[in-house]
């Protein structure tokens, strides 16, 4: 029990540093490869390696109407145009803010999974919660309406990123329960591989890739850490612990995201946005409020009937 209990902590631990690093990758990786066939290279290593794993532990692609749909919207709402949306903006805004604006996506899947999910109703936790994160990306977008050139096209991008991909979990949430999480993503990679290099060959000179050490370890880092890894930690974390539990990694993800992009970009933000920030920090929090107290409780009072009983 103590030995899962700490893979259980290393596993949570892991995926936070891992998702708070990508965001320093993936600006690394943009100073080698265009936005666009940064995706499309990424994904397709990771994508392979998948089904590699998939083949070799003889899981089956199961090709049921349902499964097919269900990969086509994740291809696209949650893979293609979200990460292509993801790294066009941070093309234009610093890897610190991309990941604090990513971080307005537990709002998005609260809202639409009352909209959606009989079983999942907004409270008063939660409408707490969304309307701070909802004042803390204000104050973020008035703070940086100053900045130069496209830099408000590169935070719509990242916000509109966490719709789609708010969507996108709201599918999953309703056809893809009895799909096994590996096939799932892999099936999900695969089906939006073709949309990423269409946008990448489309809008971006293939000549201005330029695959030097530096693009080629961070390529390499977001694919097989990133991606394989990083899911494969999180859907074993999913199985052992609530996932309210695991959402509150979003709350430590931007924070390790501003320090490395500090110490290794220089990047310097508007303390605006630090404020902006802890207003959407504030309001994951407060919307897992309700959950995350009654587990705690229970917990609690579980931990005292088995000292009372022994």
Known sequence: MRAEKFLVFAGFVLITVIWGSTWLGIKIGLESVPPFFGVALRFTLAGTVLLLITLLRGVPMKHHRENFLLYLSLGFLSFGLPY?????????????????LFAFYPFV???????????????I???????????????????????????????IAILLS?????????????????VDPLTMNCGGIWAGIPLMYVLAFAFEDFHAVHLDR????????LA???????????????KRVEAVYLALSSLVTPILAVILGTIFLDEQLS????????????????????????????????????????
């Open 84 to 100: 292509e949306l993801v790294y066009w903006g941070e093309a234009r805004i610093p890897s610190g803010l991309t990941s604090i």
């Open 109 to 123: 899947v609260a809202i639409f999974s009352h909209l959606f999910l009989r079983n999942e109703r907004l409270n």
């Open 125 to 155: 936790y939660k409408i707490s919660g969304i309307v701070l994160g909802i004042l803390g990306i204000i104050i973020i977008f008035w703070s940086d309406l100053r900045f130069e050139g496209d830099s408000m096209g590169g935070m």
């Open 162 to 178: 966490t719709f789609l991909q708010g969507i996108s979990l709201i599918i999953v949430k309703r056809i893809g329960k009895h």
């Open 214 to 221: 530096q693009g080629v370890l961070a390529i390499l880092y």
């Open 224 to 238: 097989i850490v990133g991606t394989v890894i990083a899911f494969g930690v999180f859907y074993w974390l999913l």
């Open 271 to 310: 303390p605006n946005v630090f404020w902006g920030a802890a207003l959407v920090l504030m309001g994951i929090l407060v919307t897992n409020g309700k959950d995350l107290s009654r587990k705690v409780a229970l917990a609690y009072s579980r931990n005292v009937n088995s000292k009372e009983g022994g």
